[in-house]
């Protein structure tokens, strides 16, 4: 058995024997500590009969682990200079695929009902390129795929942000849209000093269990999510300001008002004391008052 990937001295010679060059503007910050990995396969509760989808294997530091943790794993990079890497750093594993093609083009649905038929649960992981952490976790969540849980390491503050109280500095629309379709745990800080090259942000890793339904009942989920959208439009306005501003207009002043009554929540607050329940029942008093 070759030497685990992802520590310092292999992962070097790896990157050197490919004549690898990282590329910052793909996110290539690669992990390089045994038992942070080992901390992600933990929380992803994967099994031995489990079918993973991994969001960028990079050399394949991170999937080796849950190679030996699953049944199998189906993993997406979108650097076609990595796959000669992961082709040989994963010839041990057969029960890994990789995918050279980036993540937001990939219909994830298709591929798990074509690949996953006979695996227990479904765990979708990865340890997030940067500049696309957002759209990457918003476009899976939106698809209500028939998944588990994610596991996935990001910057520190997004982290923060997706699992965020209402009230508290972080809590915003992402918040709120996250917490909708599942429930984010961070579930540890991980410092810059542990990738290569260096981030210039600490990072952490969340775990996402996926809802059967969500917390509130929403009779139109487009409107609801516009309504929390311009409700945080500018932070510092009251959800007076931002709705009339943002959503209804000067001239629905009346129904505003009224629909913030009949829901019962103060014209004066900001959108980031209101809970999803709050936010539910606004959206469904605006509906009724806006046709
Ligand atoms: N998993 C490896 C690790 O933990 O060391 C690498 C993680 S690195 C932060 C992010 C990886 O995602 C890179 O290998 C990068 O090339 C890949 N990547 C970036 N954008 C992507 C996209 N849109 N779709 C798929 N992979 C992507």
Do not use: C
Request: charged share 25%.
């Amino acid at each position: 058995m070759p030497r685990e990937i992802a520590v310092p001295g292999r992962t070097k010679e790896i990157l050197e024997h490919h004549g690898f060059s990282f590329k910052k503007s793909l996110g290539q910050n690669f992990l390089m500590d045994r038992n942070i990995l080992e901390k992600i396969v933990l929380a992803s509760k994967a099994g031995p009969e489990d079918g993973v989808v991994e969001i960028g294997p990079g050399i394949g530091g991170l999937t080796e682990h849950f190679a030996k943790a699953a049944k199998q794993v189906e993993a997406f990079e979108i650097d076609g200079r990595l796959l000669p890497v992961l082709e040989e750093t994963m010839a041990p594993y057969p029960n890994v695929r990789i995918w050279n093609e980036d993540i937001l083009n990939v219909d994830i649905g298709r591929v798990l009902s074509e690949n996953f038929k006979h695996v227990q649960d479904i765990i979708i992981t990865g340890n997030l390129p940067y500049y696309v952490t957002t759209p990457i976790i918003m476009n899976l969540l939106e698809q209500r795929l028939p998944i588990s849980r994610m596991v996935f390491m990001m910057q520190k503050e997004v982290a923060e942000r997706l699992a965020a109280d209402p009230g508290s500095k972080d809590y915003g629309s992402l918040s709120i849209a996250a917490q909708y379709f599942a429930d984010p745990v961070k579930t540890m800080v991980v410092p810059k000093t542990v990738f290569m090259p260096k981030p210039n942000v600490d990072s952490a890793v969340v775990r996402f269990e996926i809802r059967d339904t969500p917390p509130v009942e929403v009779e139109d989920e487009t409107f609801f999510f516009r309504v929390i959208k311009a409700a945080f439009a500018q932070r510092r306005k009251t959800i007076w300001n931002n709705l009339q501003h943002n959503l209804t207009g000067r001239d629905r002043r009346e129904e505003l008002a009224a629909a913030l009554q009949e829901a019962e929540v103060d014209s004066g607050r900001r959108g980031e004391t209101l809970t999803m329940q709050e936010f539910a029942h606004l959206s469904t008093s605006l509906k009724r008052h806006l046709p």
